[in-house]
């Protein structure tokens, strides 16, 4: 991708989070932003829901496993691991979030290598919501719910377009899903 880059002539990007949890090289994906950012390129970052994770914004569990189940339960004060589900759909109350357990690895072992620069990147330049210019945004997930909505097929885009976030919006861009799609 970095190849490619420099072969492209562009001088504006935004993109759209999950910089850190996905891959071997959390500090160099973001030293290369930050290259392309010195090199003249103005840059916009949406926050995804790992790069949230990554600097505590909230937390990966995998409440499969028992000692973690009753970390959280205590920690959250939760009677059931209905209720920590629960928790995490309500954007006002979530802090944990219910993830495979390979998960949950990746982003601990993501946190235990990144640099203090990479740590200030995420905590300082990401944002939920971009507007890129009048009636064009971008979001990691949703504008209903920016960093953990999946819109995965027609009746989820739908509920999202007939949702107030929407307003004045006619083109959004998102990445969650990991697969490229029009609605």
Not at 92 to 116: C, F, G, L, Q, S
Not at 166 to 181: E, G, S
Request: charged letters at 30%; proline letters at 3%.
């Amino acid at each position: 991708v970095a190849e490619r880059l420099k072969e492209e002539e562009f001088d504006r990007a935004y993109c759209l989070g999950d910089y850190v949890g996905y891959g071997p090289n959390p500090n160099e994906t973001i030293e290369l932003l930050l290259a392309m950012e010195e090199g003249g390129i103005e840059m916009r970052h949406n926050i995804g829901n790992h790069d949230a994770a990554a600097i505590g914004v909230c937390e990966f569990v995998n409440i499969r496993n028992q000692q973690t189940l009753a970390r959280v339960m205590e920690e959250g004060e939760f009677a059931s691991q209905l209720e920590i589900i629960q928790a995490y759909k309500n954007q006002e109350t979530r802090k944990y979030i219910p993830v495979k357990a390979d998960a949950e690895e990746t982003i601990n072992w993501t946190v235990e290598r990144m640099t203090d620069t990479t740590r200030e990147f995420l905590s300082t330049r990401l944002e939920e919501r971009i507007e890129i210019m009048e009636g064009v945004i971008s979001v990691h997930a949703s504008p209903r719910d920016v960093s953990f909505e999946y819109i995965r097929d027609d009746q989820s885009a739908l509920k999202v377009f007939e949702s107030n976030t929407m307003d004045n919006v006619k083109i959004c861009f998102h990445a969650h899903t990991h697969f490229p799609v029009v609605w």
